[in-house]
């Protein structure tokens, strides 16, 4: 069963305007990723955030983590085109796969 | 370096067919994953391996689905008696140790079952 589960499952942005993906998973975990998928093609690693960290950077990526409410958001801050693309979220128990949601699709419009 | 890479990159099969699907993981990297992805949805975790432990195969649907990991390095997932359900894209991935850490993933092979 799906544990991350995305929000919204489609986003329509312009160009420069930030992007916000939420992410709301149902058991305990000792870390949650995001990744990209562009059209056609492999996943690629964004970021990971440890249970222990509340907030984590990355060049124009800013992740959050609540464990309370058992939920994460991802924000792109001045989208480009090139930033389209879907995004998922996986959360880790450490010895169990990493559970992967259904994504939220990305469209930033130039 | 070299990433993940995997082949075909797409296979059309008829239903009933054995097909074979490869993956060379980073070298180095201990950790060797596959997923399924089917049209507009996340990724299914399929089957891990880690070394020379026993894999995980929590996560294949049916008995006509295995794998190999020869030598720590190169996979090969097997699927025998294709079902149009089958089709899919197939991902492996790979990583330097188990579940926690990133995970690089390789194009995909594309499968098609008519």
């Known amino acids: 069963s799906q544990q991350g589960e995305e929000d919204p499952q489609a986003l329509s942005i312009q160009e420069g305007e930030n992007a916000t993906m939420n992410c709301s998973y149902k058991?305990?975990?000792?870390?949650l990723q995001w990744y990209r998928q562009n059209s056609g093609r492999g996943l690629v690693h964004l970021i990971l955030?440890?249970?222990?960290?509340r907030e984590k950077h990355s060049g124009r990526l800013r992740v959050t983590l609540d464990t309370s409410k058992k939920s994460s958001s991802l924000l792109i801050t001045a989208s480009r085109a090139a930033d389209t693309a879907s995004y998922f979220c996986?959360?880790?128990?450490?010895?169990?796969?990493?559970?992967f949601g259904k994504g939220t699709r990305l469209s930033v419009i130039a | 370096g070299a990433g993940v890479s995997q082949s075909p990159s797409n296979k059309v099969t008829e239903k009933g067919k054995d097909v074979e699907l490869r993956c060379d993981p980073i070298?180095?990297?201990?950790?060797l994953y596959w997923y399924r992805q089917s049209l507009g949805q996340g990724l299914e975790f399929l089957i891990y391996?880690?070394?020379?432990?026993?894999?995980?195969k929590s996560g294949l649907p049916s008995d006509r689905f295995s794998a190999e990991r020869t030598g720590g390095s190169v996979s090969t997932l097997t699927i025998q008696r294709t079902q149009q359900e089958d089709s899919a894209v197939y991902f492996c991935?790979?990583?330097?140790?188990?579940?926690?850490?990133?995970?690089?993933f390789g194009p995909g092979t594309r499968l098609t079952v008519t």
């Open positions: 955030i440890r249970s222990n960290e």
């Open positions: 991935a790979s990583s330097l140790v188990g579940f926690s850490n990133e995970q690089y």
């Open positions: 391996f880690q070394g020379n432990s026993a894999p995980d």
């Open positions: 996986a959360t880790g128990s450490g010895n169990t796969p990493l559970v």
């Open positions: 058991t305990s975990i000792n870390n």
């Open positions: 070298s180095g990297h201990t950790a």
